[in-house]
């Protein structure tokens, strides 16, 4: 099952032209693709829906809490989408 999660803008890659940023969800940071929300002013600290490594849209925190507190109603969907994204962070993400 593919939900979009919310995450919270960590740090918006250097080097990128605002293309990658950093993001947590659930613990987990990792890198997805901002470049769908090119007409948004995104800073750290930011939440966005993210789907399939994309950020589809900048939701606001209380957005975010909704969102998450739905998600954790779907109880083993959600565990097993949030170990899916632990299984593919990369790199410093992992450690993190």
């Known amino acids: 099952m593919c939900l979009g999660i919310p995450g919270q803008l960590a740090e918006l890659v250097p080097g990128t032209e605002g293309q990658l940023a950093v993001v947590d969800v659930a613990g987990v940071r990792r890198r997805v693709n901002i470049g769908l ?3 948004e002013v995104l800073e750290v600290g930011d939440w966005v829906l993210i789907h399939v490594g994309f950020a589809m849209s ?39």
């Open 37 to 39: 929300l090119e007409d």
């Open 58 to 96: 900048k939701i606001d925190e209380a957005e975010a809490e909704v969102a998450l507190a739905s998600l954790h109603l779907l109880g083993q969907a959600y565990d097993e989408e949030v170990e899916a994204l632990r299984a593919s962070a990369l790199g410093e993400e992992a450690a993190s």
